[in-house]
Every structure is written in structure tokens, then in C-alpha cells.
């Protein structure tokens, strides 16, 4: 069986169409599919990565591993003389530019935050309130300049006509600022708001919302609990 030509592969990776031949050939050719798979794969996670992702310069170990699968020699730059298909090139040249883009966007997270890891800056279990059946957690952190609150209320009951609210509140509950709300699991990753002082609003409370177009707070509270800052 004669199989698809690597250049020919790379175009329809690309986003060309295949020729009717190289169509009919890989509906029924394993070996040739994997390899446009392998090049789409390429190409897809290529071009997901723009500008916003603010690439870096990658070190010079990063063009001398290019090199080495291109078995390029040093201060080489033309491949008129290479002998292995262009398709070959490209998947090693284009893995290569994703890896350098990957790794780029990761030092850029690291080195603007400064951690590798998010700061716990607290954390409380949530306790049920009035005659309800369910208790939880919730947690504060902190990676760079933004601060995510964490809650867990494993087993809460579905509610047919509303949802579930979480809130930040004065230690009194006299003032309460809604900040997001809870998925079907009872877990919820919330950014809160810039400026908003966990210290201020150290209550956390999780309540049952309706669709009623008031955006207050409906008085019925499931679980509460006092962060330790």
C-alpha cells in the first residue's frame, strides 16, 4: 500500500482539503491518520496561543534542542541540503515553537506573581444553620493581586425555582455583599472583588437564591462560617 505523502499531510493539517485520493486513502490507512492526527495536534495548540499570552525570548537550550531534531549544525540556517521530508520539519519546528510557548507563558505566571503556589490566607468550616443537613468549607487565597474564595457544601438539595448564593459579610451579617454563586456539585471558585478587605468582610455565608428579581438577601441561610484572618 502506497501511504500519503508527509508534505502532503502537512498541508491538510494546515487546513487545506486532501486530495480525493489521500481522503479515500486515510479513511482506511491507520498509519496515516495517526500521523495527520499527530500533525492537526500540532497545529491546533499552535495556533491557540496569541498575542495576550505575552511570549518570552526563549533561552538558547531551547533553539540548540531545535537544532538537534532538525540535525541542524551550528550556524547552519539553510535546509536546502536536508534529505528529511519538510513535513518532519515542520512537526519537530512547530512542537518545538508550542513547548517554547507553553514554558514562556508559565515563567511569565510565575515571575509576575512571584509564587508558584497560592497563599491560604484562611480558611473555615461552614456550619449549618437553623434545622438544615448540610455543613462545608471555605477558603480564602491569594496569588498575586487576586484573592479566590473556595466553598465545598457537598449534599445540597437541588432547588427548583432558584440557586445558591454565596456571600461576604461584617462579622454581624449587617452588611453582606454577594460575590457568586455555587455549581451543581456545591462547589464554587469565586475571584473576589479588587479592594474588598477579607478583614472587613470575614463572614461566609451561603444562601438559597429565587429568580424573583430582588437582589437581596432572602433570609435563608444554609451555612455560615467566621474566617480567622
Known amino acids: 500500500m502506497e501511504h500519503c505523502n508527509d508534505d502532503d499531510l502537512s498541508i491538510i493539517a494546515l487546513g487545506e482539503p486532501a486530495s480525493p485520493a489521500d481522503e479515500a486513502h486515510l479513511q482506511q490507512c491507520p ?29 538558547p537550550a531551547v533553539w540548540d534542542a531545535i537544532a538537534d531534531e532538525l540535525d541542524m549544525q551550528p550556524g547552519v540556517t539553510s535546509l536546502n541540503s536536508r534529505r528529511r521530508p519538510r513535513s ?6 512547530a512542537a ?3 513547548g517554547v510557548a507553553i514554558g514562556s507563558v508559565a515563567t511569565i505566571g510565575v515571575t509576575s506573581t512571584g509564587e508558584t503556589s497560592p497563599a491560604v490566607l ?7 444553620v437553623g434545622d438544615q443537613a ?42 453582606m455583599v454577594a460575590v457568586g454563586t455555587l455549581d451543581a456539585d456545591g462547589t ?7 479592594g474588598m478587605d477579607v478583614a472587613e468582610f470575614p463572614l461566609v455565608d451561603v444562601s438559597i437564591e429565587h429568580f424573583d428579581g430582588d437582589a437581596g438577601h432572602s433570609a435563608d441561610s444554609v451555612v455560615r462560617g467566621l474566617l480567622a484572618t
Open 31 to 59: 498509519r496515516c491518520q495517526s500521523r495527520l492526527d499527530q500533525l492537526s495536534a500540532v497545529v491546533s495548540t499552535a495556533r491557540q496561543i496569541d498575542a495576550k499570552d505575552g511570549l518570552m525570548t526563549p533561552p
Open 88 to 93: 518532519g520539519w515542520l512537526l519537530a519546528a
Open 96 to 98: 518545538a515553537a508550542v
Open 122 to 128: 484562611a480558611e473555615v468550616g461552614l456550619e449549618p
Open 134 to 175: 448540610v455543613s462545608g468549607a471555605a477558603r480564602i487565597e491569594r496569588v498575586g493581586a487576586t484573592t479566590t474564595l473556595s466553598v465545598e457544601v457537598p449534599g445540597l438539595p437541588a432547588v427548583d425555582d432558584g440557586y445558591y448564593e454565596v456571600w461576604m459579610a461584617t462579622a454581624d451579617a449587617g452588611t
Open 188 to 194: 464554587g471558585s469565586i475571584t473576589l472583588p479588587g
